[in-house]
C-alpha cells in the first residue's frame, strides 16, 4: 500500500515558466513534508520542506504548499531553469526516529 | 556537505556472497539510515540506527542485517546476494535542527550477477 503517491513520473517545461510538482498522500500521522532533487549518479539533496503547522513556504523560486485536508503537497519553481532538470522526490516524516517515506519521484525536464 | 562517506561507490558482486557496505559520518549525529533506490520504487528504507547498537527495520530489511559499533560508522551487509538486490544504495544522516531533513550520501551502485 503506498503511502506516497507522486502520480506524474514526468514533467516537461519551457524555461521561465512555473513547474508544479505534485504529492499525495494517504496517513495523517506525516507532520513534516520534504523535497528532495537528484541528479544522476549523485545522492538526493534536500531543496525545502514544510511543516503541518504551515500551509506555504517560500525559499527564492522554490515555493512549497501544504493542504492538509485534502493531503496534497505540491513544490512551485518559478522561473523554472534548465539547472533545475532532475528528479524531484517528495519525502514525509512522522513519528520518531525521523525516518522519511518517498514518493516514486518526478522527473523534471526544462527545455532551453 | 554533511561529512558523509559510503564505500566502495561500486561492486559487482556474484550470487551468493556475502557483501558489506559501510557508510561513514564526520559529524557524530545519532541517526543514520540505509535506503535503497530502484526505477519505479523511488527511495525505500532497508535499516536504521538511532544510536550505537541501536537499529531497527524498515521497509524492504529481508536479506540484510546492519551494525552499528561506534557513532561514525553504518554497516549494510547482504548476507547472501541476489539478483533482486542489485541497487542503488544510499546512506542518510538526520540533522535535528528542527526540520528533521535528511542528509544524503552519494550512492555505492551494487550488481549482483
Known amino acids: 500500500d503506498q503511502q506516497v503517491k507522486q502520480n506524474s513520473p514526468s514533467l516537461s517545461v519551457q524555461e521561465g515558466r512555473i513547474s508544479i510538482l505534485n504529492c499525495d498522500y494517504t496517513?495523517?500521522?506525516?507532520?513534516?513534508f520534504l523535497w528532495y532533487k537528484k541528479y544522476p549518479a549523485e545522492g538526493p539533496t534536500f531543496l525545502i520542506s514544510i511543516s503541518s503547522i504551515k500551509d506555504k513556504n517560500e525559499d527564492g523560486r522554490f515555493t512549497v504548499f501544504l493542504n492538509k485536508s485534502a493531503k496534497h503537497l505540491s513544490l512551485h519553481i518559478v522561473p523554472s531553469q534548465p539547472g533545475d532538470s532532475a528528479v524531484y522526490f517528495c519525502?514525509?516524516?512522522?513519528?520518531?526516529?525521523?525516518?522519511?517515506?518517498f514518493g516514486k519521484g518526478t522527473l523534471l525536464t526544462v527545455n532551453p | 556537505d554533511a561529512g558523509i562517506t559510503q564505500s566502495p561507490r561500486h561492486k559487482v558482486t556474484e550470487t551468493g556472497t556475502p557483501v558489506t557496505l559501510r557508510c561513514h559520518q564526520t559529524?557524530?549525529?545519532?541517526?543514520m539510515y540505509w535506503y535503497r533506490q530502484d526505477p519505479g520504487h523511488g527511495l525505500r528504507l532497508i535499516h536504521y540506527s538511532y544510536g550505537v547498537k541501536d537499529t531497527d527495520k524498515g521497509e524492504v530489511s529481508d536479506g540484510y542485517s546492519v551494525s552499528r559499533s561506534k557513532t561514525e560508522d553504518f554497516l549494510l551487509t547482504l548476507e547472501s546476494a541476489t539478483s533482486s538486490q542489485t541497487s542503488v544504495y544510499f546512506c542518510a544522516i538526520s540533522v535535528r535542527t528542527g526540520n528533521t531533513e535528511a542528509f544524503f550520501g552519494q550512492g555505492t551502485r551494487l550488481t549482483v550477477v
Open positions: 519525502a514525509l516524516s512522522g513519528g520518531s526516529n525521523y525516518k522519511l517515506t
Open positions: 496517513n495523517s500521522m506525516f507532520d513534516y
Open positions: 559529524e557524530n549525529h545519532r541517526y
